[in-house]
């Protein structure tokens, strides 16, 4: 089955610094690429997703970009602010008819200010 | 319009015990999973369900059943609890969409 893997465990930075997440799978199908964010003690939220037709893509502060070729793929905060700290895992699958997401294991990201 | 609900939000259990973890969706989504998270292991995915009377399992199905007999409910079924199985559980459903939506959480703890 599918594997990702998610650097760093931990990232501490600077309010208004960015910060880089950064995630590998091993399934060449995998074609479906979500980022959530996990706030203390609430439910994962989807903030931005990819899918493999896709190199890129913004929302705001935040963006991903996939490189299919060496199967990795990196999520990007610019102007971080105190309230994006929480902890952000990536995922991967294979798309709408397949139900089996597997997950990385979360990065922390705190802000300070 | 409630979205994904889970009960309960806290459960005690002795080994051995059994339960069973409610979870439903008022959105009409064909797709619905169960996740369990650990610290510093992320969401690990349990058993899914692509539609009424159809699961296949996950990750890390054993310990766990599963039955889909509605749209609407999927309840995750622990037969004999272990403390192994201490952990936060989340269920979660989708509509053809990708967009994953989370219930609340259940957190689980096993004597």
């Known amino acids: 089955g599918e594997n990702v893997e998610q650097h760093p465990s931990t990232l501490s930075v600077q309010e208004g610094d960015s910060a880089v997440i950064k995630c590998t799978y091993s399934d060449s199908a995998s074609n479906y690429f979500p980022w959530y964010k996990q706030e203390l003690g609430k439910r994962p939220q989807l903030i931005i997703d990819i899918r493999s037709n896709v190199g890129e893509k913004k929302d705001q502060r935040i963006a991903v970009t996939l490189n299919k070729t060496a199967k990795h793929f990196s999520l990007h905060i610019t102007e971080t602010q105190p309230e994006d700290s929480a902890v952000y895992f990536c995922a991967a699958s294979m798309g709408i008819r397949n139900n089996d997401m597997r997950f990385g294991a979360g990065t922390r990201l705190t802000v300070k200010p | 319009n409630a979205g994904v609900t889970q009960t309960p939000k806290f459960q005690v259990l002795k080994t051995g015990q059994s339960m069973t973890l409610q979870c439903a969706q008022d959105?009409?989504?064909?797709?619905m999973s169960w996740y369990r998270q650990d610290p510093g292991m992320g969401l690990r995915l349990i058993h899914y369900s692509v539609g009424a009377g159809i699961t296949d399992q996950g990750e890390v199905p054993n310990g766990y059943n599963v039955s889909r007999s509605t749209t609407e409910d999927f309840p995750l079924r622990l037969l004999s609890a272990a403390p192994s199985q201490t952990s936060v559980y989340f269920c979660a459903s989708r509509s053809r969409g990708e967009t994953q939506y989370f219930g609340p959480g259940t957190r689980l703890l096993v004597l």
């Open positions: 959105m009409n989504h064909e797709y």
